[in-house]
Nanobody, 127 residues
Framework: HVQLVESGGGLVQAGGSLRLSCAGSGRTFSSVAMGWFRQAPGKEREFVAAYKWSAGSTYYADSVKGRFTISRDNAENTVYLQMNSLKPEDTAVYYC????????????????????WGQGTQVTVSS
């Protein structure tokens, strides 16, 4: 059984930074990839970033490229999302997710391709 727990969200001014954490238990690191997604009110859940275990590769949505960084800590079974230069449009609930199978090459950006999800953490960026 896999459990993912996000933390680190909060309220920050535009231009500020936050670091989100996703702590995993169970078969977390036997997956092929971990992803971060976000969902703003009235909008669909969208891809933010992904970390592919096999090659240590990282992938980002165009909207966050250069501002966000996804990383992992094997020892702590944790995946991080460092978010810098935050904008009001980054406001959303952020979710981490685990993919057990690689359904799309090189990595899926579709929520439906991820098998386990955390409960989400709210990020609010004020202007």
């Amino acid at each position: 059984h896999v459990q993912l727990v996000e933390s680190g969200g909060g309220l920050v001014q535009a231009g500020g930074s936050l670091r989100l954490s996703c702590a995993g238990s169970g078969r977390t690191f036997s997956s092929v990839a971990m992803g971060w997604f976000r969902q703003a009110p009235g909008k669909e859940r969208e891809f933010v970033a992904a970390y592919k275990w096999s090659a240590g590769s990282t992938y980002y949505a165009d909207s966050v490229k250069g501002r966000f960084t996804i990383s992992r800590d094997n020892a702590e079974n944790t995946v991080y999302l460092q978010m810098n230069s935050l904008k009001p449009e980054d406001t959303a609930v952020y979710y981490c997710a685990q993919a057990l199978v690689l359904r799309v090459w090189p990595v899926s950006k579709r929520p439906a391709d991820y098998d386990y999800w955390g409960q989400g953490t709210q990020v609010t960026v004020s202007s």
